[in-house]
């Protein structure tokens, strides 16, 4: 069975550019969670979707969407790019995200902004 | 005060010891919990969720949840040097599709 796939797993930005990621998650699994890691700030939640829908988002400003397409895979976007977004950002999938699913992890996606 | 709360550490233990890692949490509605194991460089990986007061083992791996003193709990029996990483907490927000982490406790198995 597949894992949840997070696309590209490396970028590098200039300041002021927009990125876009990628997640497909586990087959069958229709919520799909981002996050941004960073050293100082640990695991922070940007928002989570379910059947194309944003149920919950987190503290992150409007330069952080994302959106979720019919087949559960979901992509984000940070447009105008800053030093501080450099993080590895991170999808989980679940099966609906209730609080009793388990979710699942992709292997992230680290963006460097210069 | 953070929502979840863990030591730092590092932790470090002996190998073939019991590695006892702990969190708590502020808020209490919450229902689920959970431990991811990661290793420096890669993602998070489920190790076990609880969402019952007491114990749930899992190989090597026990979980014990309290929610009346709103700690979660992790033991890990006969700990190796590939359990060295740092293990993160992670709590439901109630009403919400939303987990909050904490910012996690480092792992040294000492061989």
């Known amino acids: 069975k597949a894992g949840v796939t997070q696309t590209p797993r490396y970028l590098i930005k200039t300041r002021g550019q927009q990125v876009t990621l990628s997640c497909s998650p586990i087959?069958?699994?229709?919520?799909v969670s981002w996050y941004q890691q960073t050293p100082g700030q640990g695991l922070q939640f940007l928002f989570e979707?379910?059947?194309?829908?944003?149920?919950n988002k987190g503290n992150f400003p409007g330069r952080f969407s994302g959106r979720q397409f019919s087949n559960s895979r979901s992509e984000m976007n940070v447009s105008t790019l800053e030093l501080g977004d450099s993080a590895l950002y991170l999808c989980?999938?679940?099966?609906?995200?209730?609080?009793?699913?388990?979710?699942?992890f992709g292997q992230g996606t680290r963006l460097t902004v210069v | 005060q953070k929502e979840v709360e863990q030591n730092s550490g590092p932790l470090s233990v002996p190998e073939g010891a019991i590695a006892s890692l702990n969190c708590t949490y502020s808020?209490?509605?919450?229902?689920?919990f959970f431990w991811y194991r990661q290793y420096s460089g890669k993602s998070p990986e489920l190790i076990m969720s609880?969402?019952?007061?007491g114990d749930k083992e899992d190989g090597r791996f026990t979980a014990q949840l309290n929610k009346a003193s709103q700690y979660v709990s992790l033991l890990i029996r006969d700990s190796q040097p590939s359990d060295s990483a740092t293990y993160l907490c992670?709590?439901?927000?109630?009403?919400?599709?939303?987990?909050?982490f904490g910012t996690g406790t480092r792992l040294k198995v000492l061989a």
């Open positions: 989980a999938s679940s099966l609906s995200g209730t609080g009793n699913t388990e979710a699942f």
């Open positions: 087959s069958g699994h229709r919520s």
């Open positions: 979707y379910f059947s194309e829908t944003q149920r």
């Open positions: 808020d209490r509605g919450s229902q689920s």
């Open positions: 609880i969402y019952s007061n």
């Open positions: 992670a709590v439901n927000v109630p009403g919400t599709y939303k987990y909050i």
